[in-house]
């Protein structure tokens, strides 16, 4: 699937008009509700447009190329996940810096590669140590593959890994974890689950596990992975 995105210092109009001419005939513009459909006056293009707002008079589900306007990452995510379109354009997105403390697209940028049409390049986030990879990368099941973090037994693997590589001195960085997840094609809103639970951690909250689930050679297995 193609992507491609706008950064966001490009003015919108102008951002929008590079969205649309990359994305060609195929056009939906998909933006999260409303009121920002109607005070952009995004319904009055001739183009095809829809909200994933049920509330939304625009509710619907995008099809073709999909310009998505003033989509947060969750949102950018979820039109990833439903599937069945050609393409995909984020107008606007932002970088860590951009808005620091607020969820960024740097994640889906960094996973997918999207091609940069306007605005300031989004840096790449600079990967997970190789433990953690290799511990996303073999908790990749089916289900989690499907599903995502949904069962507590995926869940409880996960905070057990992570809760172990972290005590053995490797950095949790949620953003580069998130990117491991969509990687390794996490299904459901695993990615962002994975993300928040690294979060939780490095403020030190105790999560709950399972110790049975992992055996500690497959822990200490992940532990001494090298690049």
Request: without cysteine; neutral net charge.
């Amino acid at each position: 699937m193609r992507r491609a995105y706008v950064e966001s210092h490009e003015p919108f109009p102008r951002a929008l008009a590079q969205a649309l001419r990359w994305a060609g005939d195929s056009a939906t513009i998909h933006a999260p509700d409303t009121r920002s459909i109607e005070e952009n006056r995004l319904h009055e293009l001739g183009i095809r447009v829809t909200s994933p707002s049920s509330k939304s008079r625009f509710y619907g589900r995008p099809e073709g190329t999909v310009v998505a306007t003033f989509l947060n990452l969750s949102e950018v995510l979820e039109v990833e996940r439903r599937g069945g379109i050609e393409g995909l354009v984020v107008v606007h997105a932002n970088g860590p810096s951009r808005f620091p403390g607020v969820p960024h697209h740097g994640p889906w940028v960094t996973a997918f590669n999207p091609e940069h049409l306007g605005g300031q390049e989004i840096a790449p986030i600079a990967s997970a140590p190789a433990a953690l990879r290799a511990a996303i990368r073999d908790l990749t099941g089916l289900a989690v593959g499907n599903q995502g973090l949904i069962d507590k037994r995926e869940r409880s693997e996960v905070i057990h890994a992570l809760t172990y590589l972290r005590s053995r001195g490797f950095e949790l960085d949620p953003d580069a974890l998130m990117v491991e997840a969509l990687r390794n094609e996490w299904g459901g809103t695993g990615p962002e689950e994975l993300r928040q639970i690294a979060l939780d951690l490095n403020k030190g909250k105790q999560l709950q596990f399972d110790k049975r689930r992992l055996r500690p050679e497959r822990l200490d297995e992940w532990a001494a992975t090298k690049d």
